[in-house]
């Protein structure tokens, strides 16, 4: 069983550690492996944020006058702790700004506990008691962090668990399984049966010798649910309990076989546990439920039949795989006969920077052609057993219409349409620079440096994220990454090209904003950047392609 652990952590290497991290840091499991991290992060945090002149109080002083009825002197702690960050963050490093933008007032109305104040104060004028208002606070915080340790941190190991064991069988497996229970709309069954299991564990954690047993009774049950997340939680307690009983002592025997990886773990400060173990000890427990469900079947052990996602521990068969996905064995077949008859000055400019010179009929069928192996892709990885068959599954996602659709923001962009994009994309931007200052200021302004309702700046970025960033569109992460990238560069250097014509003079400075560089780029401002620009490439710009080529040529 570790021998084929070993194998499917090297196959899923990355994939298995990025969840084993997300679930680290939310608390789920491998908690333990990060508290170096935290630590040094806390003491980074505290050092370049807050400085040597950081206030004694906290937010927790500024809760605890709120809690007392005291909001007013509440509401001046907070001030005076937010003034002292503020001034703090101008003796420290200029990049991590507080006094100015979104991120800074938000960053300061957290720690200096403002927030809590403004809705204290709120509340109070709502219901004119500060006993109603403390409860209601009280009653909401506490929903809050019941709901999201309920709905995602209690409810990460079924995910994990999935993941996990598809990655036994299949080559791939696809970043977008984690959202694998909301595709079969069991998040809540899977919820609900997790948070049993902890109840029934609290309790039985009172007999001491009764929570140690327990432990290894409910320990299938993740595994259970991530493999049929629509059963129900007495029968998937029941189906744990029945199929650990007698094997409890080698769970706890194959779990202490990790002890020298426990203490390897405590010897890195928890690293060898962040980039191996944690990994390691999970695909070798999906190993062992593996053979825990083969003693059950062999036993006989009742309701084992709910357990019935066959493909999740064997690849299909031919015909199977030829039943389900006949349509798109037919379209690669298809696509693989595809002849590409573009020139080869116009691939050049079409693939590198997609961009049409002339929308000839090769053109459109090319594009045609890539549209088809995008949306395929996906499904072509389980007509060739390389992942997870969903048509095949038992559960509801099996039964997503099958047809194949045009994706449009894989399109090439004509010359004429890029033309139009940046007069369009440069006119949006003056609005969206017009309204910000009209209601910030209540005056109307002209944000553009040229004669008419244009800002040039928006449409340059806009059109070279659709044409140098256009090999990356398949993978969502790294377009928004590189978005960040492009308009930060385009950013930064206009400032300083602008500058540097008009003798010093600065057309816009973000010094004061948390995370800036120089003043010249902000993070927030790369976030709305980054977000416009994934609007642009997979909505706005299709759609304005769409109309834009209804228009005659000459």
């Known amino acids: ?94 990049a991590f700004g507080r006094s100015r933008g979104v991120f800074a007032q938000i960053l300061n109305g957290v720690t200096s506990g403002s927030l809590l104040v403004t809705l204290a104060s709120g509340m109070n004028s709502l219901f004119g008691s500060q006993n109603v208002t403390l409860a209601i606070l009280l009653v909401l915080c506490l929903a809050a962090v019941l709901s999201f340790w309920i709905l995602i941190v209690n409810t990460f190991a079924v995910i994990s668990r999935r993941m996990f064991l598809e990655g036994r069988i299949y080559r791939k497996v696809p970043a977008q399984r984690v959202l694998f229970l909301l595709r079969v709309k069991k998040w809540l069954r899977a919820s609900k049966t997790m948070l049993t299991v902890s109840i029934f564990q609290f309790l039985w954690s009172f007999t001491v010798i009764g929570g140690i047993i327990k432990k290894y009774s409910y320990y299938l049950v993740p595994y259970i649910m991530a493999e049929t997340p629509s059963i129900k939680s007495r029968d998937a307690i029941q189906l744990s309990r029945e199929m650990m009983n007698g094997h409890k002592w080698q769970c706890f025997l194959f779990e202490m076989s990790f002890l020298g990886w426990w203490l390897l773990e405590l010897m890195t400060l928890g690293l060898s546990a962040v980039f191996y173990s944690n990994a390691y000890r999970t695909a070798a427990f999906c190993e062992y439920y593996t053979y825990l469900r083969n003693k059950a079947k062999e036993k006989g052990i009742p309701n084992l039949e709910l357990l019935n996602d066959k493909y999740l521990f064997e690849k299909a068969d031919e015909q199977a795989i030829q039943s389900a996905y006949g349509d798109v064995l037919q379209i690669i077949e298809a696509a693989s006969q595809f002849k590409d008859r573009r020139t080869k000055l116009s691939r050049f400019f079409s693939d590198y920077l997609g961009i049409v010179l002339i929308n000839t009929e090769a053109e459109k069928e090319y594009e045609r052609y890539q549209t088809e192996q995008l949306h395929i892709q996906a499904m072509k990885n389980a007509a060739d057993k390389d992942s997870y068959p969903t048509r095949l599954s038992m559960m509801p996602e099996s039964k997503k219409r099958r047809r194949i659709e045009t994706l449009h923001y ?122 416009g620009g994934l609007a642009i490439v997979y909505v706005l710009a299709p759609f304005l392609d769409n109309m834009i080529q209804r228009l005659q040529p000459n």
């Open 1 to 94: 069983m570790k021998k084929q652990a070993r194998q499917t952590v090297k196959r899923h290497y990355a994939l298995f550690l990025a969840i084993c991290l997300v679930s680290a840091f939310l608390g789920s499991e491998f908690s333990d492996s990060i508290k170096f991290i935290k630590t040094y992060s806390t003491q980074f945090t505290h050092a370049a944020v807050s400085g040597p002149v950081a206030t004694s109080k906290g937010v927790v002083d500024v809760a605890e006058d709120i809690a007392a009825g005291d909001t007013e002197s509440g509401r001046k702690l907070s001030k005076k702790i937010e003034k002292e960050h503020i001034d703090a963050s101008k003796k420290q490093n200029p």
């Open 410 to 531: 894989m399109r090439r962009y004509t010359l004429w349409s890029l033309t139009l994009l940046f007069f369009i994309l440069s006119f949006l931007g003056w609005i969206w620079e017009v309204s910000l200052h009209l209601i910030a200021s209540g005056v109307f302004t002209n944000r553009g440096i040229l004669h008419g309702p244009w800002i040039p700046i928006y449409g340059a970025g806009g059109t070279l994220i659709l044409t140098l960033l256009n090999k990356l569109r398949q993978i969502p992460i790294l377009e928004f990454i590189s978005i960040l990238a492009v308009c930060g560069c385009v950013e930064y250097f206009t400032s300083v090209f602008l500058e540097t014509m008009h003798h010093g003079q600065r057309w816009w400075d973000y010094s004061g904003y948390f995370l800036n560089i120089h003043g010249r780029v902000c993070a927030e401002g790369l976030l709305v950047f980054g977000i």
